[in-house]
Each structure stands twice: as structure tokens, then as C-alpha cells.
């Protein structure tokens, strides 16, 4: 049973009911724990607290009782002792004298020496009693028949002091013996009434012992009757606590209840469970709920200022919060400012549901209306709804525009003859209706207005007992059915027409193959004069360079003198200009003869791995002596593990070539730089020089045999214009190209591009 009561607890706390005793009673969370604890703690403290209380109740009494005795020896003790005294001063009085005597001592003696049962007896020296105070009737003739004979105090008298003796009838006393002037006096208190305000006390305490004894019974069974409806409480607002959490999980809602004066808000646990929360304490503050909410959609601080000011009693809001993934829910949060009747405050009770779904779907049909009218309006035709009352549900600017209706006029709702009263219907001068099988409820027929368009009007009828109609603007259609109809008749006589012309396209297209064949016989014609050309220049280039080699030879062995002196200094100068002539005249020879192979096909690369670092130096090498006697410097920067499938000779003609240009048309003073720069898959040779330049429409004609720049550079410097046409060639064998970037007075770059790879033709 505790192990079942203490798994109700949490079941209570998260319960309102469990809420209003927490706000209450602050201290039943702190005990709720002890709770099986004390059910039964409490009654057994019930008992041990009777058993204490009738312990206690004992021993006061039984306390009283000795005390009381004890009292009572004393005042007899003194009592028997002031007698003794008195009657030792006066003297042991006659027969007739005793009782006398005895009464006037008791009534010389305070007035309670002689109450609750206390009598004084005065005996002489053999024991005889001789009178009493007060009198007792039926008094023995003897203390030894008063006391007993064999009692100490009958014996020894003052020596045996005070005791508790039984009288001869068998009634319990105290007694105690004085010896006094040759008599005895006795002092004897019944034991019973000494005791009577005892037992009085002790009946008294008794009751209330009793009385305690029933009220703590009845607290108890009443505690125990109040236990057992408080669990038959528990289990059922445990019950209804599980049925209402799981509705409200089923329903995705949770209940809230907000302490405004506290600042602390309790959340059911469907509420955590719908935004995906673990409880970790009973109640939230103000600002860990105000952190979840989004900024945008409520204003915990104003509202709560409002409540505090009673300016609003209930709250129906839809905002975001934000659930444990961190995604924000949308929730709608009806409640309403109520009293705790316990402590006064005030409290804003209500519930909470998740509208995530119902605000997508909301948005989702807003987006899919908005989408709707938008589709509506950018379509070309009039269109227009009605509902089953002729009222008007949807139309677009078309329709307005159409009828002259204002905004305001084409509003929802608006009834047909209001819409219409409020515009103008447009003047129809035709009508028609098409000659189709229409389905039931629907009609489509044509007009024309007046002012000269066509409309297509289709009406259909809708589920909902309304109806649509789309008037679509067919001028343009029957303008086309139009132009249709001409065009057949002008086609009819296109037709004849073009039959009378067929003939004579016939003989244009017998003229035209007449002109194709002779285009063709010419075309061989200059093929065959280009090759003639070619092998024209080549054997006669071969022819000339025999006797230019032994004209340079002798103007050289002339030169030099070598069988004796020319006998003339002007005979060397004229060897010396023959020889440099004969070798112009060689190149522009070797040059007009690669370009010739070049082009009828003759010339076949090698390619094989080049260091260009080696072929650059060897090309600069042949031209240093001309570069230093024109004053013009030559850099080399080429990396020395830079290698290229290359024709050694062809690289070695399209450097030399490119070198020559840029000695010659640069100034005295100039600068010429040549770079290799590794590429992606290729390797490009730069050479640059600061000379004369080029401009920018004469470079595309550059590279094409027998091309010079028709400038004031091409006057002054000699050269056939084979150089760029052959470099430029040669890279094209390689499978690369040549660039060309200059400006006039600033320099030229000249690129050659070689690739990494042998080309398919040559590998």
C-alpha cells in the first residue's frame, strides 16, 4: 500500500487538483513523501500517546496517595506530639475528669487537627482507654483492642513512632502512642477518610483519561475514514487526471495555469508532450515560457501588465513557441483570469492547442486561393462565377473591363442585377450559336460587339448549382479565318501561277548545273595552277641555290684573299656585298621553299623529347652577334626541366624566325625577353620584345604567306613576309598555334603554344 501511495504522488502534483493543494499548502510537497509514512506512524503514536497518558495518570496518582499519606503521618506525628506535651503539663486527669479534659485539649488544638477522621484517645498507664475526642461510639475498653495487641505501637509506643496499623473491625488507620504524665494518648486517622479527596482526584483524572482516551479514538478514526476518502480521491482524480491527459494528447491541446502574482505558469502534461518537452519541476517561471514564445507573436510582459491591471479577463491568441527540436508550433491560447478562492490570487486558467497543422493548411488554402485568383486574372479571357443566387463569387479584370465595373461594384456577394445596374452590357451587333453538340447546362455561342471585336462566350453549370462563363476575345481569330479564306483564293491563283513559272524554273536549274560544272573545272584548274606554283617555286628555288652557293662561295675565297690580293680595297667591299646579298637572296630562297613544301604537303615533323632550355640558348646563340651590333639585349627565362614533343629543326626554324623579327624591328637600346611557362597538357614559349609594334588591324593579316603590315615598318626593313607564316605553320604541325598581342610603340608578344603530347599524325 505505501509503495502504491507514494506512485499516486507525482500522479497528484501533475493533476490541477494536485496544483490547488500545492498552492494551498506550500509545505504538503515537502512531507508528501512521508505520506504512507505517517498513516501508520499516526496511529501508533495514538497508542503509545494513550498508554503514556494512562502511565502518567497512574503514577500521579499513585504519587498522590503516598503523599498524602505521608501528609497525613506528619500531622499525626505532630499532632500525638503536641497532645503529649500538653497533657504531660496538666497531668493524667481522673475518671471523671478524662473526658473533660481530653475535650478541652482537642478544642485548644488548631481547628483541622481533628478532621477527615482523626481521633484522639486518652488511655492510662495499662492501656484502659478513658475517653475519646471526638466521641466514638462502641469505643474497646483497651488500646491493645483498638490497635492490637501485637502492634509496635501498642508495645513500644513512642519508639515505634507513626505507622499504619488495621483496627479491630478490621479497618485500615494511622495510628501512633504518646506516653504523657503516667498515661498514653493515641492519635488514630482511618485511612479511608484520609484518602476520600484522593480518590476524588483520582476519579477525576480518571474521566479525563477517559475522555482523552475517546476523543484521541475518535481523531483516529476519523484520520483513518479521512485517509481512506483521500486515497478514494486520489485514485479517482488519478483516474480523471489520465483520461483528461490522454484527451488532451489525443486532441493535441494541454491546460495552462498562469500565477500572475507569482510569476510562475503550471503546464499539464500533455502540454509537454505536445511541444516535446521533459517536466523537470512543477511549475515554469514567467521568463523561461516568454524565452520559448516567438518575439513576433505575443507580448508576455504587456499582457501580464494588463492582468495585473485588470484591464482584460480573457485572452483568445494564436502564436509560435518553440518545441524541443527547436522548430516552431503554432498554438491558439483560449483562457480566462480567475480567483483562487485559497489565497486570493489571480490565476489565468485556460487551454492551449497546437494549430501547426490547421495554420499550414490555412496557408496552404490562402496560397492556393491567392494562386487561384492569380491564374484567374493573368488569363486572357473574361471570366466570371456565380453561385447558385446569382450573387457574385469571383471575376477578373477582363469582366470588369468589359462591363466598365469598378472595383467596389465587382466585390463577392454582390447580386447579378446590382452588378449589372452598376455597369454597362456591351453593344452586340451579331450573334451565333455554335453549330456543336453541347453538354447539358452548358452553352457556347459568338458574338460580335460593337465595336468590332468577337467574343466566344462558354457557360457552364457548376456542382454547387452556380455557374461560369469565360468570354474569350476571338477577333483575332476571325481575322485569322478571315485572312484564311483570302489566302485560299489568292492561293488558287498562286497555283496557276506557279505552273506557269514551272517551266521556267526547269530551265533556271538546267542553266545553274550548267554553272556548277563549270565551277567545278575551274576550281581543278587552280588547284592543279597552285600545285604547278608550288612545285614551280621549289625547283626553282633548288635551281637557284646551286649557283648562289657558288657565288657566296667565291665572294668569300675573294674576301679573303686566299690566291693573292684583289688589288683594289672597293673589290673587297663589292665581295662583301655580294656575299651578304647571295645570302639574303639564300634565305628568301629557303624560305620560299619551306613555305612551298609546307603547303603542297612535303615537309614530315619528327617530334622526339626537346629540352627547350637548350633549343631557346641555340636560337639565341645564332642571333647574339646581330642583337649586340644593333645595341638590343636578349633574357632568357626557361626553366631547365621543361621538355615538349617537338621536330628539332622545325622548333629550331619557328624560334629562329620569331627571334629575327624581334631583332629587326626593335630600335638600338631595346630589350628582347623570351620565357617558357609549363601548361595545362601543353608547354607556351613567349618572346617579347619593346620595338616598333604592330597595329591592331594589320595583326590578323599576319601569318599569311607573303603578308607584310602595309606601314611605314614594312618600307624601312626588308624580309619576304614568310617568317610568322612559316613559325605560325610549323606550330600547326605541332599540333599547337601562335598568338600574336601587340600595340603600336609599346612591344609585341608573340605565343607559341606547343602541346605535351605528340600529334595522332606524326607520333
Not at 444 to 456: H, S
Amino acid at each position: 500500500m505505501g509503495g502504491a501511495d507514494a506512485a499516486c504522488a507525482p500522479a497528484r502534483a501533475g493533476t490541477i487538483l494536485g496544483i490547488t493543494r500545492s498552492l494551498a499548502h506550500p509545505a504538503l510537497r515537502r512531507v508528501e513523501w512521508a505520506e504512507p509514512w505517517l498513516r501508520f506512524a499516526v496511529p501508533a503514536l495514538l497508542v503509545v500517546f494513550l498508554i503514556t497518558l494512562a502511565a502518567s495518570a497512574y503514577t500521579q496518582v499513585r504519587d498522590s496517595r503516598e503523599s498524602a499519606l505521608l501528609d497525613a503521618i506528619d500531622d499525626v506525628d505532630v499532632l500525638a506530639t503536641l497532645a503529649a506535651v500538653q497533657m504531660a503539663r496538666e497531668g493524667l486527669p481522673g475518671g471523671g475528669e478524662a473526658s473533660a479534659r481530653l475535650s478541652g485539649l482537642a478544642r485548644s488544638l488548631p481547628p483541622s487537627a481533628l478532621g477527615r477522621g482523626r481521633t484522639l484517645v486518652l488511655a492510662d498507664g495499662d492501656g484502659r482507654i478513658l475517653a475519646a475526642a471526638p466521641p466514638i461510639g462502641g469505643l474497646p475498653a483497651t488500646l491493645g483492642d483498638l490497635l492490637g495487641e501485637a502492634q509496635p505501637v501498642t508495645i513500644f509506643a513512642d519508639r515505634a513512632g507513626v505507622m499504619t496499623v488495621r483496627l479491630a473491625g478490621g479497618t485500615e488507620a494511622i495510628a501512633t502512642v504518646r506516653l504523657a504524665g503516667g498515661g498514653r494518648i493515641a492519635v488514630v486517622q482511618a485511612t479511608e477518610r484520609l484518602l476520600g479527596a484522593w480518590w476524588n482526584r483520582t476519579l477525576g483524572q480518571a474521566t479525563l483519561l477517559l475522555a482523552a482516551s475517546l476523543v484521541l479514538v475518535g481523531v483516529g478514526g476519523a484520520y483513518f475514514l479521512q485517509a481512506g476518502r483521500a486515497r478514494s480521491a486520489d485514485e479517482v482524480c488519478e483516474k480523471v487526471g489520465r483520461r483528461i491527459d490522454s484527451a488532451l494528447s489525443r486532441g493535441r491541446c494541454g491546460l495552462w495555469d498562469w500565477d500572475v502574482a507569482r510569476g510562475r505558469i503550471y503546464w499539464s502534461n500533455s502540454m509537454y508532450e505536445v511541444l516535446g518537452y521533459e517536466r523537470r519541476d512543477e511549475f515554469m517561471s514567467f521568463g523561461e515560457v516568454d524565452a520559448m514564445i516567438h518575439p513576433e507573436d505575443a507580448d508576455f510582459l504587456a499582457l501580464a501588465d494588463q492582468l495585473a491591471a485588470a484591464r482584460t479577463t480573457h485572452i483568445d491568441h494564436d502564436f509560435r513557441i518553440r518545441n524541443g527540436r527547436g522548430e516552431w508550433v503554432w498554438l491558439r491560447a483560449r483562457a480566462e483570469l480567475a480567483k483562487d478562492p485559497d489565497d486570493g490570487g489571480r490565476h489565468l486558467v485556460g487551454i492551449a492547442v497546437d494549430i501547426t497543422e490547421q495554420r499550414g493548411l490555412a496557408e496552404r488554402t490562402a496560397a492556393a486561393d491567392m494562386r487561384l485568383r492569380d491564374a484567374v486574372e493573368a488569363i486572357s479571357e473574361a471570366f466570371v462565377l456565380w453561385d447558385a443566387d446569382n450573387r457574385l463569387v469571383l471575376c477578373n479584370s477582363k469582366f470588369q473591363s468589359l462591363h466598365h465595373l469598378s472595383a467596389d461594384i465587382a466585390a463577392p456577394g454582390t447580386p447579378y442585377e446590382m452588378l449589372m445596374e452598376g455597369g454597362s452590357l456591351p453593344v452586340v451587333k451579331h450573334q451565333m450559336t455554335r453549330d456543336e453538340r453541347q453538354e447539358a447546362g452548358a452553352r457556347t455561342f459568338e458574338a460580335q460587339l460593337g465595336d468590332g471585336r468577337w467574343l466566344q462566350i462558354n457557360e457552364r453549370r457548376t456542382k454547387g448549382g452556380g455557374y461560369v462563363s469565360v468570354g474569350t476575345d476571338i477577333t483575332a481569330l476571325k481575322r485569322h479565318e478571315e485572312q484564311l479564306l483570302e489566302s485560299e483564293r489568292r492561293l488558287i491563283a498562286t497555283v496557276h501561277d506557279l505552273k506557269k513559272s514551272r517551266q521556267t524554273l526547269e530551265a533556271q536549274a538546267q542553266q545553274l548545273a550548267d554553272l556548277v560544272e563549270r565551277y567545278l573545272e575551274q576550281k581543278a584548274q587552280a588547284e592543279s595552277a597552285n600545285r604547278a606554283k608550288s612545285e614551280f617555286l621549289a625547283n626553282m628555288s633548288h635551281e637557284l641555290r646551286t649557283p648562289l652557293n657558288a657565288i657566296i662561295g667565291f665572294a668569300e675565297v675573294m674576301q679573303s684573299g686566299m690566291f693573292g690580293p684583289l688589288g683594289c680595297e672597293r673589290y673587297g667591299e663589292y665581295c662583301r656585298d655580294i656575299r651578304s646579298s647571295g645570302a639574303y637572296l639564300l634565305s628568301l630562297i629557303n624560305d620560299i621553299l619551306d613555305m612551298s613544301r609546307i603547303e603542297a604537303g612535303r615537309l614530315t615533323l619528327s617530334p622526339e623529347p626537346l629540352a627547350l632550355e637548350a633549343a631557346v640558348a641555340k636560337a639565341a646563340n645564332l642571333l647574339g652577334e646581330q642583337a649586340r651590333n644593333k645595341g638590343v639585349a636578349v633574357t632568357l627565362d626557361v626553366p631547365p626541366d621543361v621538355t615538349a614533343p617537338a621536330d628539332a629543326r622545325a622548333l629550331h626554324r619557328i624560334l629562329l624566325n620569331l627571334l629575327q623579327n624581334a631583332v629587326k624591328f626593335t630600335e638600338n637600346g631595346g630589350g628582347i625577353r623570351v620565357r617558357v611557362r609549363p601548361a595545362l597538357g601543353a608547354v607556351n614559349i613567349f618572346v617579347e620584345d619593346n620595338g616598333i609594334g604592330i597595329p591592331r588591324a594589320a595583326i590578323p593579316k599576319l601569318g599569311q604567306p607573303f603578308e607584310q603590315v602595309e606601314t611605314e615598318f614594312s618600307r624601312s626593313h626588308e624580309g619576304s613576309g614568310l617568317g610568322l607564316a612559316i613559325a605560325r605553320s610549323l606550330s600547326e604541325l605541332h599540333g599547337g598555334g601562335l598568338r600574336i598581342r601587340s600595340e603600336v610603340g609599346v612591344g609585341t608578344v608573340v605565343m607559341v603554344c606547343l602541346p605535351r603530347f605528340a600529334p595522332p599524325d606524326e607520333a
